[in-house]
């Protein structure tokens, strides 16, 4: 008698129940949803008013230099993420002048502070011409994903989290707090206080 050996059948083959393929995971849009561009823009004018204010010899102690040498850094890198995704080169030669002028603000606030206003106001308004993603809705999953992304961009949680939490609608906010994990939830806790105070010190004079 010949005996014929078969080949192993994988056992997703035996049942089309088996063979249940993972649905593919959403993205956000590619250009970004609505909540980041708000952040960065807040962000931006914030240290546009703020330096443009510094420019005319509004106050700047140590305390609020750091915070916006701090606050400068964050928005920087988290708008050059957005660059490379949307692959928008004015987008990234406006950082790229922010980025050259904030050592002069760095090592002197007075010598400083007018050029990298100029960088900022200049950085702001092409943050004002990133496309959001139009008719880009909200429901809790996409929140996290857009959140996540976010946050991805930024580099760290306790800045990320509350950062774009700020720049939520109120529903927004409620929605994402009840979706969130724990772990972004203790961020938020952890973070915002800080993130709160930085953000006040660049305003100081300039709200």
């Known amino acids: 008698m010949t005996t014929t050996l078969l080949a192993p059948v994988p056992d997703t ?7 249940v393929r993972p649905s593919p995971a959403r ?23 703020a330096l443009t204010g510094i420019a005319l010899d509004d106050p700047c102690c140590r305390r609020r230099q ?36 904030t050592p002069v603000f760095a090592a002197d606030v007075s010598a400083g502070a007018p050029a990298l206003a100029l960088a900022w106001t200049a950085l ?7 496309p959001a993603g139009g008719g880009h809705d909200h429901p809790s999953g996409e929140l996290l994903r857009c ?12 800045v990320a989290v509350p950062w774009f939490l700020d720049a939520c609608s109120p529903r ?7 979706a969130a994990p724990r772990r972004l939830r203790l961020a938020l806790r952890q973070g915002e206080d800080r993130w709160l105070a930085r953000r006040d010190a660049v305003r100081a004079a300039a709200h």
């Open 66 to 101: 750091r915070a916006v040498l701090a606050s400068s850094a964050t928005v920087v890198r988290t708008a050059g993420a957005v660059a490379r995704r949307t692959g928008d080169g004015a987008l990234g030669a406006a950082r790229g002048a922010v980025t050259a002028a």
């Open 172 to 178: 927004e906010r409620r929605d994402l707090v009840l």
């Open 124 to 130: 702001a308004d092409a943050l004002d011409g990133v």
């Open 13 to 19: 083959a035996l049942s089309p129940v088996l063979a």
């Open 27 to 49: 993205r956000p849009p590619a250009t970004g949803c609505p909540i980041e561009r708000r952040a960065l823009r807040a962000g931006a004018r914030d240290l546009a008013a």
């Open 147 to 158: 959140e996540h992304r976010f946050r991805t961009a930024v580099g760290t949680a306790l």
